[in-house]
């Protein structure tokens, strides 16, 4: 059985940093492409970031650019994403997920067949 088990959210100051860590078990981590997604309160989960597996591609959706990053440690079975430049737009519930369907970037939703529980970053204006 495949988990996915996200921490590291919580309240945080428009303009500050947030760190989440997403760690994998079950399977080898290093099959699987990664990538988060976030649902905020009456829209459409969307996604943020993706990773391939050996972690040499990434992708960011326009609104992310250059205040996010994905990254992930293979050893240690976790995908990251760094959050800078927080604004309170970036409120939301983040999601991490996984695909071992994909060799490349995973970039649709139902591309992904793993999901964690969810954790809440809420960005005060």
């Known amino acids: 059985q495949v988990q996915l088990v996200e921490s590291g959210g919580g309240l945080v100051q428009a303009g500050g940093s947030v760190r989440l860590s997403c760690v994998v078990s079950?399977?080898?981590?290093?099959?699987?492409?990664m990538g988060w997604f976030r649902q905020a309160p009456g829209k459409e989960r969307e996604l943020l970031a993706a990773?391939?597996?050996?972690?040499?591609?990434?992708y960011y959706t326009d609104s992310v650019k250059g205040r996010f990053t994905i990254s992930r440690a293979n050893a240690l079975n976790t995908v990251y994403l760094q959050m800078n430049s927080l604004k309170p737009e970036d409120t939301a519930v983040y999601y991490c997920?996984?695909?071992?369907?994909?060799?490349?970037?995973?970039?649709?939703?139902?591309?992904?067949?793993?999901w964690g529980q969810g954790t809440q970053v809420t960005v005060s204006s």
């Open positions: 990773i391939s597996r050996g972690g040499g591609s990434t």
């Open positions: 997920t996984a695909t071992s369907l994909i060799y490349g970037l995973a970039l649709r939703r139902n591309e992904y067949d793993y």
């Open positions: 079950g399977r080898t981590f290093s099959t699987y492409a």
